[in-house]
C-alpha cells in the first residue's frame, strides 16, 4: 500500500503525521471518501468539488487546485494497482501549535489512502437492515453546517453507538426540529405511493455524491421525486426506505424503531434503483 502525504508516497507503517496537526487536536480538517469500480473512480470531479466548497467554508487554503487534486489521487490509484477499493482523501489544517488558532498552521497537509471497501455484509443488500431513530440529534446549519464534510463526526459516532446499543447497524438522526435529516454516514430515502423523498439539504444534511446520483437515476428511470420534510411519522408510514453513500451504496431498510417498512422485505423501486446504481458505476 502506498499512501500519498503531501507529495510524497508513503509505506502503511510509515506514513505519519504530527501530533501538533491540528486535524488531530482539533478536528479542524475536512474529507472525503471516493469509489473506484472496475479501475475507475466515481463521481471523482463531484468529490473534488465538495471538498473545495467545504475548505472554503472553514476558511482553509489547499496547497492545489482542483485538477492538480485530481492528478494527485488518480496517481495513488495508479501507484497502488487496484481496480476497486475506497480512496480516502483527508485534507487538515496542518502543523500548528497547542492552541486552536488556525493561523498557527502555515501549511494544510493533504493524505490520500487507497484501501480495500469494507461495505455491509453482502446478504444484508438482499435482506435490508433494521434502523433506529437516535437521540443524538443533527448539528443544526445555523450552528455548523452539515454540508461540510469536516473531521469532526462525534455526534455521528454518538448516533452509531445508539444503534450498535439497539442492535442495529445504523441510525436516522433528527435535528433540533425533530425533521429527519440522515444516517450516521448515509442519506436516507424513503418512496410513499410511488415517489421518492428525501429531506432537504437545508433541514442539515450533507449532500451526498451518491444521493445525487440516485435523484438523477429516479430522473431517467421516471420516477417522481421531491426533496422535502419528513417526520418520524412519515417514516413509519413509509411504503420502502432505502440508504445511500460512497461505502454504502444503496442498501435497503426493513424496520425502522422495529416498525416494518412496507411488507417488511426490500421494496421494488429500491432493487431496481439498486440495479441501475450498479450498472451506473461500472459504466
Ligand atoms: N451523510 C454523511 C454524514 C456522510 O458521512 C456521508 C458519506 N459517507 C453521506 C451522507 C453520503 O455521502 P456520499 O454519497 O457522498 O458518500
Redesign the pocket.
Known amino acids: 500500500m502506498k499512501i500519498y502525504i503531501d507529495g510524497g508516497f508513503f509505506d502503511r507503517e510509515e506514513a505519519k503525521i504530527s501530533v501538533f496537526d491540528h486535524g488531530l487536536l482539533y478536528g479542524d480538517g475536512i474529507f472525503?471518501?471516493?469509489r473506484l469500480y472496475g479501475g475507475k473512480i466515481y463521481?471523482l470531479q463531484?468529490?473534488i468539488s465538495?471538498l473545495f466548497q467545504s475548505a472554503r467554508a472553514l476558511n482553509l487554503s489547499i496547497p492545489m487546485d482542483e485538477d492538480g487534486m485530481c492528478r494527485a489521487v488518480q496517481e495513488t490509484v495508479d501507484r497502488n494497482e487496484k481496480t476497486d477499493a475506497y480512496i480516502r482523501l483527508v485534507v487538515t489544517r496542518g502543523k500548528g501549535n497547542l492552541g486552536i488558532d488556525p493561523s498557527s498552521c502555515p501549511v494544510p497537509s493533504v493524505i490520500i489512502i487507497v484501501d480495500d471497501i469494507s461495505m455491509y455484509p453482502r446478504e444484508l443488500y438482499e435482506k435490508g437492515i433494521p434502523v433506529i431513530t437516535a437521540g443524538t440529534r443533527?448539528l443544526s446549519p445555523d450552528i455548523f453546517d452539515?454540508r461540510v464534510?469536516s473531521l469532526n463526526?462525534l455526534t455521528?459516532i454518538m448516533a452509531k453507538m445508539e444503534a450498535r446499543a439497539a442492535g442495529c447497524l445504523e441510525a436516522v438522526l433528527l435535528n433540533r426540529d425533530g425533521y429527519v435529516t440522515?444516517?450516521?454516514?448515509?442519506?436516507i430515502f424513503i418512496i410513499r405511493e410511488g415517489k421518492l423523498i428525501t429531506p432537504a439539504p437545508w433541514l442539515g444534511?450533507?449532500?451526498?455524491?451518491?444521493?445525487?446520483?440516485v435523484l438523477e437515476l429516479a430522473g431517467e428511470l421516471g420516477i417522481s421525486y421531491e426533496e422535502s420534510t419528513l417526520t418520524r411519522y412519515d417514516l413509519y408510514i413509509a411504503d420502502e426506505c432505502f440508504l445511500?453513500?460512497?461505502?454504502?451504496e444503496i442498501i435497503p431498510v426493513v424496520t425502522i424503531d422495529s416498525r416494518p417498512v412496507g411488507n417488511g422485505s426490500p421494496g421494488d423501486l429500491t432493487l431496481s434503483l439498486r440495479e441501475a446504481f450498479t450498472k451506473k458505476v461500472y459504466a
Open positions: 472525503e471518501g471516493i463521481k463531484e468529490h465538495r443533527r452539515p464534510k463526526y455521528n440522515e444516517c450516521t454516514a448515509d442519506n444534511i450533507l449532500e451526498g455524491v451518491t444521493r445525487a446520483s445511500t453513500g460512497t461505502g454504502a
